[in-house]
């Protein structure tokens, strides 16, 4: 299943019980497919608003026991009523896919976290349900790792989001550390640049901090699952680190060379380390 093509969908992997792969792929199909409505192809924003509402709905349909008029959402509905599915966290992800039609800029990192919380946090508690385990207290720590890997994928992504006419860093922090919308377009990684990127991602190491121990929390495939994905997201913000945050000539990823180091410290991660915080740039969490 190729979930890599929805950066906020952070379970998918041959570690997903087969048993939880139908609803997976369900709720995987309605993200995708309707953050493509949001971001690609040629519409005008009054389509793609339009298009998104129909998405609602079909929510709607669902909610009311009414079949749903796609195969797309007839899949969804059945997989909303085997496995209990909430439908508000689906209402939420249409809620930001919205936003990312008419808004372009985040005044403030309450905004942006705002943002996060309907655009990646949804995902995290979807899973949460289909394993059982939605609690206050994971869906708590859930939200961390995902709002966290979220703001990752913005700081590694300051160019192709500069491409598509938006920008995630908050406007305040870029007027506190004297950056100017200019400086993103023409690439410009000065001292100014550096000092603004350290302090946004330390600003998402510590939220991935915060819900590391989730992944601690969780037994059996999940657990290893979120190991990974916790230990991908931190070491994206060390390459941004490793690259002096010149994200413009050396964005960030993840190679197969990677995944070997990764898997070892998913193995060895432990909770006291978990909780440290990173002292200097190039550091990491093991």
């Known amino acids: 299943m190729p979930v890599d093509h929805y950066e906020n969908f952070p379970v998918a992997s041959v570690l997903l019980p087969a048993r939880l792969r139908p609803p997976v792929e369900a709720i995987y199909a309605f993200a995708r497919s309707a953050d493509d409505i949001a ?10 608003l339009a298009s998104l509402q129909e998405y609602e709905q079909e929510l709607d349909r669902i909610e ?7 195969r797309l959402f007839q899949k969804l509905t059945t997989m ?3 496995h209990a599915l909430p439908l508000q966290p689906m209402r939420d992800l249409l ?11 985040y005044a403030g990192y309450a905004d942006l976290l705002d943002y996060c919380r309907r655009s990646a946090n949804p995902v995290g508690r979807l899973m949460l349900h289909l394993f059982g385990a939605a609690d206050e207290s994971h869906c708590r720590q859930s ?7 979220q703001l990752i994928n913005f700081w590694q992504d300051v160019a192709v989001d500069w491409d598509k006419g938006r920008i995630y860093l908050p406007l305040e922090d870029m007027q506190r550390f004297g950056v100017a919308q200019s400086d993103i377009a023409g690439g410009v990684a000065d001292e100014r640049w550096r000092a603004l990127m350290a302090f ?3 600003r998402a190491r510590a939220l991935m901090q915060e819900g590391a121990p989730l992944a601690l929390r969780m037994r059996g495939r ?5 190991r990974l994905i916790v230990q991908g997201g931190l070491h994206i913000l060390d390459a941004i680190e490793a690259a002096d945050y010149d994200v413009f000539r050396h964005r960030p990823t993840l190679g197969k060379a990677d995944w070997l180091r990764l898997a070892w410290r998913a193995l060895t991660m432990r909770g006291q380390r978990v909780a440290e915080p990173v002292s200097k740039p190039g550091s990491r969490l093991r």
């Open 39 to 48: 971001d690609e192809g040629d519409a005008t924003p009054e389509e793609r």
């Open 64 to 70: 009311s026991g009414v079949t749903p008029s796609t």
């Open 80 to 82: 909303v009523a085997e």
């Open 95 to 105: 809620s930001a896919f919205k936003q990312d039609v008419v808004v372009k800029r």
């Open 143 to 149: 939200d961390a790792v995902c709002t966290a890997l």
């Open 200 to 202: 946004e991602v330390a």
């Open 222 to 226: 999940i657990g290893w699952e979120l």
